[in-house]
């Protein structure tokens, strides 16, 4: 079966990034990009179940602006067949980015859809289940077990509680929890071999989709700092100090 | 303005995070309107009625929502939905798995995780792990919010006098079913509502010696907590992750022990009222949010600590 994996370039998750001093938006010059690691999860869920002779063709589908295309490259050097870059300089929305992503659907026909479950610049943890709405497919969220099954899936949760498990019918959109997966490291002829790879270019407007915003940032800030506290020098100081300076035992 | 809070319960309770939820529609204002779907939920949708602040429950008592399935909740959110301003859930699991997808089915934006309420269409959300907080103004004519429930403080559960009124619509996609949980059981306080939190990090070596901190948190009446590390590694289940991607707590005391306060993990805790830290590294990153540091190995100071109290 077809899979097809969403990928978002985002900040390096090593990075603190700063709003920019006049809050107008998040200070991104120079900083290091990555894909999501929620995405790279996904992605190396999508080759496993290749590797394990379920899948039979992974399709990688950024959409961004035309840098994204190195974390297509990315994902394709980890083992996605092909990939698609739907490209546009303005911001994408998750309802619109879904909009996309159905639209991508509909040509390509996959029986599942992987995502990352939050992509950790804007931390929205929308997208998959936005798809799944628009689609009408069946959705297992923040998956760490994926278990394909003839035409279903059989996925577990992480949820509050513990976990939980769903037996879905296919075509189905999981999204990525931490503990799904490890990710590999992409080899040398392996990212040589990925530049060979085909790779689309669409636009938004070639797939009829309408991208305006619906949310619109106002300022952004910086959070509340907390203060710089004191070390004690043992256990009994510390005890004291939360007995009767703090108050909190 | 009419508010619609989709309610998160078991069937036969109402989670406090509800209570949460229902404080962050007081500060939106208007009418709040509490949907219980379940199964079996008549008790659950009792207590709904008696939060403060609400002026009527719907109950939608049918199977197919019985395990509050996305696929099918979000469709009746969505049917219902249509009637009001606003649409709130907890940005708990359960809420993060339905709510964007009603939204979708209404083709309106979601807002992830408000901490804060500014007017009816602005509000604040962190971003970036918490490292940048944004002010968002929806343009939308129904507003579809999960609600960071540590940022408002709960409504009481009691003192209300909502009418009941049941819903009969009964939506099953058919797509997907329920097999099996796994809940994770504890006498200790849950996590996210503890007013002491004690979290094991790497620094803990194995499950284990968790044991120290169990010990520990039993005698401060304390939830435990993990980093991911330590998830990660096997040394406690993955309900007990605190950070950007597993659970937000802000507790009156949090414990960090053997976290190194990667800015994954200080995004979970970071709002906590006191912070101590015990961390044999000195540079170790947590001390810059910690009221009080102690530099030890964490196998001497946590059985010390343990014995002072
Ligand atoms: C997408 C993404 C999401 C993430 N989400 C989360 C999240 O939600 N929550 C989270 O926690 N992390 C998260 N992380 C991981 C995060 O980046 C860190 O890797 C993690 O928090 C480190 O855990 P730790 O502090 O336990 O381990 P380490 O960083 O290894 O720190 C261990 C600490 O223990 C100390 N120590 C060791 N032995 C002793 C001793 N005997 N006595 C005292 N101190 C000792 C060491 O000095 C060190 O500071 C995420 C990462 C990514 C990429
Ligand atoms: N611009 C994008 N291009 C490709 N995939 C995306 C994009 N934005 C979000 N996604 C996918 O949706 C997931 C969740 O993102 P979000 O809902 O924004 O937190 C990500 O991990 C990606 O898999």
């Known amino acids: ?249 | 303005m009419s508010i619609l809070i989709l309610a998160e319960h078991d069937n036969a309770s109402i989670k406090g995070a509800t209570l949460n939820t229902v404080a962050a529609a007081k500060a939106i204002g208007g009418d709040i309107v509490v949907l219980v779907a379940g199964e079996a939920c008549g008790a659950a949708a009792e207590a709904a009625a008696k939060i403060e602040g609400v002026s009527k429950v719907l109950v939608a008592d049918n199977a197919a929502y019985g395990h509050q399935l996305a696929e099918n909740v979000s469709l009746l959110v969505a049917e219902l939905g249509k009637d009001f301003s606003h649409i709130l859930a907890p940005a708990s699991t359960s809420g993060k798995n339905t709510l964007p997808r009603a939204a979708a089915l209404l083709d309106v934006a979601q807002i992830s995780e408000i901490i804060s309420v500014e007017s009816a269409d602005t509000f604040k959300r962190p971003i970036y792990a918490g490292n940048v907080i944004a002010t968002v103004q929806s343009s939308d004519a129904i507003k579809v919010i999960t609600v960071r429930t540590t940022a408002f403080d709960a409504v009481s559960a009691e003192g209300g006098s909502a009418v009941v009124e049941a819903v009969a619509s009964a939506h099953d996609a058919g797509t997907s079913s329920y097999v099996r949980e796994e809940v994770a059981k504890s006498d200790r306080p849950d996590l996210t509502a503890a007013s002491i939190v004690v979290s094991g990090g790497r620094g803990m070596q194995n499950g284990d010696n968790f044991a120290m901190l169990y010990s520990l948190a039993d005698k401060l009446g304390a939830a435990v907590g993990a980093s991911r590390a330590a998830v990660d590694a096997g040394f406690v289940p993955n309900d007990m992750q605190v950070g950007q991607t597993g659970k937000i707590v802000a507790p009156d005391l949090y414990i960090a022990i053997g976290i190194s306060g990667a800015i994954q993990h200080l995004a979970g805790m970071k709002d906590s009222k006191v912070i101590v830290a015990i961390n044999k590294d000195e540079d170790a990153p947590i001390f810059q949010v910690a009221d009080y540091g102690l530099v030890a190995d964490l196998f001497n100071a946590v059985p010390e600590l343990d014995s002072a109290l």
């Open chain 1, 1 to 249: 079966m077809k899979v097809l994996v969403a990928v978002k370039r985002v900040v390096d998750y090593n990075v603190k990034v700063r709003p920019k001093s006049d809050g107008t938006g998040v200070d991104l010059n120079n900083v290091k990009m990555a894909i999501n690691p929620f995405c790279e999860i996904a992605i190396e869920e999508a080759v496993r179940l290749k590797e394990k002779g379920v899948v039979t063709e992974i399709v990688a589908v950024s959409i961004g602006a035309k840098v994204s295309q190195e974390q297509i490259r990315t994902a394709l050097a980890l083992g996605a067949d092909r990939g698609i870059l739907v490209e546009t300089d303005v911001e994408v929305q998750p309802l619109a980015i879904a909009k996309l992503l159905k639209a991508v659907c509909d040509k390509e026909q996959p029986q599942m859809v992987i995502l990352g479950k939050q992509a950790i610049d804007g931390d929205n943890n929308q997208t998959g289940q936005m798809l799944a709405a628009l689609t009408g497919m069946s959705q297992g969220t923040f998956a760490s077990e994926v278990v394909v099954e003839g035409d279903s899936v059989t996925v577990t949760r992480e949820v509050d509680s513990g976990s939980q498990v769903v037996k879905l019918s296919l075509p189905a959109v999981i999204t990525t929890d931490l503990r799904l997966n490890e990710p590999r490291y992409a080899s040398l002829p392996n990212i040589m071999k990925a530049k060979k790879k085909p790779m689309d270019v669409m636009t938004p407007e070639e797939l009829g989709v309408e991208v305006t915003p619906r949310v619109t940032t106002l300022k952004v800030e910086p959070p509340a700092e907390r203060k710089a506290g004191i070390k004690v020098a043992d256990v009994a100081e510390l005890v004291e100090k939360l007995k009767n300076e703090a108050k909190v035992i």
